[in-house]
């Protein structure tokens, strides 16, 4: 099988245990008898391994090489899998969400920099694209085996499985994933040394940023409409699935026109669009294509800059940065949508949409700011 398609693969099995916690949390929560805000227990464990794996990515990839990490990294998140649907006690429920972060964490970031440094940046995007298949694929087989009578265990059985059949088709691959050798040389420089470069640092920014807007328009969709506009909750559900589809279908159509384009002209002429469909969304203006259009104009940012890394970076600097962006785009899902809850709680749901607006105009200035990378 061609590295390209397996890579695909990857990303889809990567989305698929994502959603599982919270689209199953009316079921887990029973089981396991605790009070609902225990579901940011979960997610938090889960943040933090994937934090920790990014940040460990650049070692872990000379120590291992890509292939080996990659086919490691995906046991893990099988044995995770395989592990919470086997219904263990709360605490170890939660210790594998961790198991599962540092899996998910170091096949994105080992995924990323091997295609940022083998592919275009519309393959990037068609695999960040391939991960929103799998974010969808996830809760939808979980919803079919509860529908089919099954109990919420089903669900991550059945995920645990198909990782593990990936882990081993990366393992049987792992020579392939290597060959050619040098894929970043994250050991050439340092962590501190990667840190002091502007450029770095303003790519780490604008992961945790983009993440952050990406994920507070996701998941507060459904509050704008019900809290501020009256829409019924399953509008509000609606509002939501319209988002993240509509991102799925962005990084999937744009990575068509992405090389044409090119990459760094498409960032700049598509992140004020994002400007335009946030004020959209916080004037009320036909909420459901104000959300469509600011997840089309965000799609294609993370898949490109990650894919421009090693060009605009260098590449003795690029494990390294990898790393520190997946681990920053973590960090900026966990941090942004809480404190647009807490602005929320204090403000009211109308103010959300106009926070939104104000992360895409640092968005803009953050993508505008980054220099012309290399062809």
């Known amino acids: ?55 460990l990515a650049a070692r872990l990839i000379a120590g291992l090489g890509i292939g080996l990490l990659l086919s490691l990294s995906l046991a893990a998140t099988a044995t995770a ?52 298949i799998g974010a969808t694929l996830g ?33 049987l691959t792992r020579r392939r994933w290597d060959a050619g050798g040098h894929q970043g040389g994250g050991a050439d420089l340092s962590a501190l040394a990667v840190l002091r470069h502007p450029v770095a640092r303003l790519q780490i920014l604008l992961f945790f940023l983009y993440t952050g807007v990406e994920a507070g328009a996701g998941q507060w969709a459904a509050t704008i409409l019900t809290a501020a506009r009256g829409a019924t909750p399953a509008e509000g559900a ?50 459901f294509a104000a959300l469509g259009l600011m997840a089309l104009a965000l799609a294609p940012i993370y898949p490109t800059v990650m894919a421009r890394t090693p060009s605009r970076l260098g590449t003795q600097a690029a494990a390294q940065a990898v790393g520190f962006q997946v681990s920053a785009a973590m960090l900026g899902v966990a941090v942004v949508p809480a404190l647009l809850g807490l602005a929320a709680d204090l403000a009211g749901a109308r103010i959300l949409p106009w926070l939104l607006a104000l992360g895409c105009v640092g968005l803009s200035a953050l993508v505008w700011r980054l220099p012309a990378a290399k062809e």
């Open 1 to 55: 099988m061609p590295l390209l398609a397996l890579a695909f693969l990857a990303f889809i099995g990567l989305g698929l245990p994502d959603p599982l916690p919270g689209s199953l949390w009316p079921e887990l929560q029973p089981h396991f008898g605790v009070a609902n805000a225990r579901l940011g227990l979960v997610l938090a464990a889960n943040a933090a391994g994937y934090i920790t794996a990014g940040l």
């Open 139 to 171: 809760p939808l087989a979980a919803a079919l085996l509860l529908a089919g009578g099954f109990g919420w265990q089903a669900g991550y059985l059945v995920v645990g499985a198909v990782l593990a059949a990936l882990s081993l088709a990366f393992g």
């Open 81 to 132: 899998a395989l592990g919470q649907g086997l219904a263990p006690p709360w605490w170890g429920f939660v210790a594998l969400a961790v198991l599962a972060g540092v899996g998910g964490g170091a096949v994105d970031a080992a995924l990323n920099l091997f295609a940022a440094h083998r592919f275009r940046p519309r393959h990037l995007n068609w695999l960040h694209g391939c991960w929103g």
């Open 238 to 287: 609606a509002a939501a699935t319209t988002f993240f589809a509509a991102l799925t279908a962005g990084r999937i159509g744009l990575g068509f026109v992405v090389d044409r384009v090119g990459a760094d002209l498409l960032l700049r002429l598509l992140t004020p669009v994002t400007v335009l469909a946030a004020l959209l969304l916080a004037t009320g203006w036909a909420d």
